[in-house]
C-alpha cells in the first residue's frame, strides 16, 4: 500500500522533467511549498492532462470519498469511507475503479514515500522506512481522480487514489505492495486521453525497477501526522538499504 509520502523538491524540476517529453505545464507556487508528511484525507498537488501537450496542476484530496447507500452491493466498499489506494490488478474490472482508468488518470509528484515494517532488528513496534530515487530527483506516482459536486456550494471537488503493485526486491524485504511509478519516459501515454484501453496502459502498472531506487529507516514520530519537518526523513541508523 502506499499511506504517506512526502514532498519536498521544487516545481521547476517537474517542468523540466515534463518538457523532455513534450508536455507543458505552469509551475505553481503552492508546489514548491515542502510537506514532509503527507497523509490521506489531506489536500495534495496532482498532475492532470489538459491536451496531449498540456498539463496543470490541481490540488485534489487524497482519497475517494463514497457516499453510503444502504442496501449497495458495492457497500463493503463504503465501509472504508475514504479510498486512497487502488491495487493495479483490480482497476479493469472492479468498482469504483473500472469507471475511472480510461479518462480520469492522473499523477502525483513525489519526493519520497513511507512504508511501515515489524522487524526484531528496530524492537516489537512497527519501523517506517523512507523510500526514495537514489539521485535524489522527484517521480511520479499513477493516480485516478475523479470530480463530484459539493452539496453545500456547488462547487466542483476533485479527488483521487494513489494506484499500487506488488513490490520491488528492494521494497519487498519490508513490504509486499508499493505504489506504481510511472517514468518520465511513459508520463505522455500515461496522461493521454486518447489511449482508454486498458492493454494499452497495464504495462506500465508494474513495480519499479529497484537499483535506482534507495530506503532507510526513519522516526516513528512519522506516524503522527501533525508532525511535519525535515527531521522526519534523516535515518535513524546507519543501515541503508
Known amino acids: 500500500m502506499c499511506g504517506r509520502f512526502a514532498w519536498f523538491n521544487k516545481s521547476i524540476e517537474i517542468q523540466d522533467s515534463l518538457k523532455a517529453v ?3 505545464i505552469e509551475t505553481d507556487s503552492v508546489i514548491d ?14 498532475i492532470k492532462p489538459e491536451t496531449n501537450t498540456l498539463a496543470k496542476f490541481q490540488q485534489m484530496e487524497w482519497g475517494i470519498d463514497i457516499p453510503r447507500i ?39 509528484p513525489c519526493s519520497s514515500y513511507y512504508e511501515w515494517t515489524k522487524s526484531s532488528m528496530f524492537g516489537k513496534s512497527s519501523t517506517p522506512f523512507m523510500i526514495q530515487m537514489k539521485d535524489k530527483t522527484p517521480f511520479y506516482l499513477a493516480g ?6 459539493d452539496a453545500f456550494n456547488k462547487n466542483p471537488t476533485a479527488s483521487c487514489a494513489i494506484i499500487t503493485t506488488d513490490a520491488n526486491s528492494l521494497q519487498s524485504t519490508i513490504h509486499k505492495r508499493m505504489p506504481v511509478i510511472i517514468p518520465v519516459q511513459n508520463v505522455s501515454t500515461w496522461l493521454n486521453k486518447d489511449i482508454q484501453r486498458y492493454s494499452h496502459i497495464e504495462g506500465l502498472l508494474k513495480p519499479y525497477p529497484s537499483n535506482f531506487m534507495e530506503m532507510w529507516p526513519v522516526s516513528n514520530k512519522l506516524g503522527n501526522v501533525k508532525n511535519n519537518y525535515f527531521e522526519l ?8 538499504l
Do not use: H, V
Open 233 to 240: 526523513t534523516k535515518p535513524i541508523s546507519k543501515l541503508l
Open 22 to 24: 513534450n508536455i507543458n
Open 70 to 108: 444502504k442496501g449497495d452491493s458495492n457497500e463493503r466498499f463504503t465501509d472504508k469511507l475514504n479510498l486512497f489506494n487502488a491495487r493495479d490488478d483490480k482497476i479493469s474490472n472492479s468498482w469504483p475503479w473500472q469507471t475511472l482508468y480510461e479518462n480520469n488518470r492522473c499523477l502525483i
Open 144 to 149: 485516478l481522480y475523479t470530480t463530484t459536486i
Open 33 to 46: 511549498m515542502p510537506n514532509y508528511n503527507i497523509a490521506p484525507s489531506q489536500r495534495i498537488i496532482a
